[in-house]
T-cell receptor, first 109, second 118 residues
Framework: LAKTTQPISMDSYEGQEVNITCSHNNIATNDYITWYQQFPSQGPRFIIQGYKTKVTNEVASLFIPADRKSSTLSLPRVSLSDTAVYYCLVGGSDNQFYFGTGTSLTVIP | DAGVTQSPTHLIKTRGQHVTLRCSPISGHKSVSWYQQVLGQGPQFIFQYYEKEERGRGNFPDRFSARQFPNYSSELNVNALLLGDSALYLC?????????????????FGAGSRLTVL
């Protein structure tokens, strides 16, 4: 059972880099790790996905160590519009999907 | 292109009643999954369907059921509603199933159906 845990909340100033870590100690061999962003009254929105090492796209980077028991979402130079809840999702080699507890990020001007 | 659409957006029911929630996936997506999100918590996986077959089921009682139609739309049914069923019900669609390496399993979510049980 791949349970995931994240810090409940984080604050950051505009323009800073933000790193949010998710722990998933029981991740299965074929599980992928995906991060989503959610604004109030909306469904989660895809940010980035990876299996191991480092993945980068136009909005974020994802770092996954060799043991894959954790992952870190890195948001470069955050702005006020990045204030949201961020979830990691681990799944689904066993046809199950496990969302993390969510990290509420507040970006301060 | 239209995203994932869900209906109704809001509804109020009383304990013991039945509810049906509907979801239309993105055109071309063959997989639909359902999630329950209680206020202040992360989404909890309920079901996944691919090509009209149930492919995964979360830890929810038998009062919860779902199906996928030939046009890939889906319904989530909840019987004998309890106060604890009050939540945002999210539907997500994806191109494929268990095809993680290509990105075909990336989920696109709808805005959800907000269910209140009184």
């Amino acid at each position: 059972l791949a349970k995931t845990t994240q810090p409940i909340s984080m604050d950051s100033y505009e323009g800073q880099e933000v790193n949010i870590t998710c722990s998933h100690n029981n991740i299965a061999t074929n599980d992928y790790i995906t991060w989503y962003q959610q604004f109030p009254s909306q469904g989660p929105r895809f940010i980035i996905q990876g299996y191991k090492t480092k993945v980068t796209n136009e909005v974020a980077s994802l770092f996954i160590p060799a043991d894959r028991k954790s992952s870190t979402l890195s948001l470069p130079r955050v702005s006020l519009s990045d204030t949201a809840v961020y979830y990691c999702l681990v799944g689904g080699s066993d046809n199950q999907f496990y969302f993390g507890t969510g990290t509420s990020l507040t970006v301060i001007p | 292109d239209a995203g994932v659409t869900q209906s109704p957006t809001h509804l109020i029911k009383t304990r013991g009643q039945h509810v049906t929630l509907r979801c239309s996936p993105i055109s071309g997506h063959k997989s639909v999954s359902w999630y329950q999100q209680v206020l202040g918590q992360g989404p909890q996986f309920i079901f996944q369907y691919y090509e009209k077959e149930e492919r995964g089921r979360g830890n929810f009682p038998d009062r919860f059921s779902a199906r996928q139609f030939p046009n890939y739309s889906s319904e989530l049914n909840v019987n004998a509603l309890l106060l604890g069923d009050s939540a945002l019900y999210l539907c997500a669609s994806s191109l494929g199933w268990r095809d993680w390496s290509s990105g075909a399993n990336v989920l696109t979510f709808g805005a959800g159906s907000r269910l209140t049980v009184l």
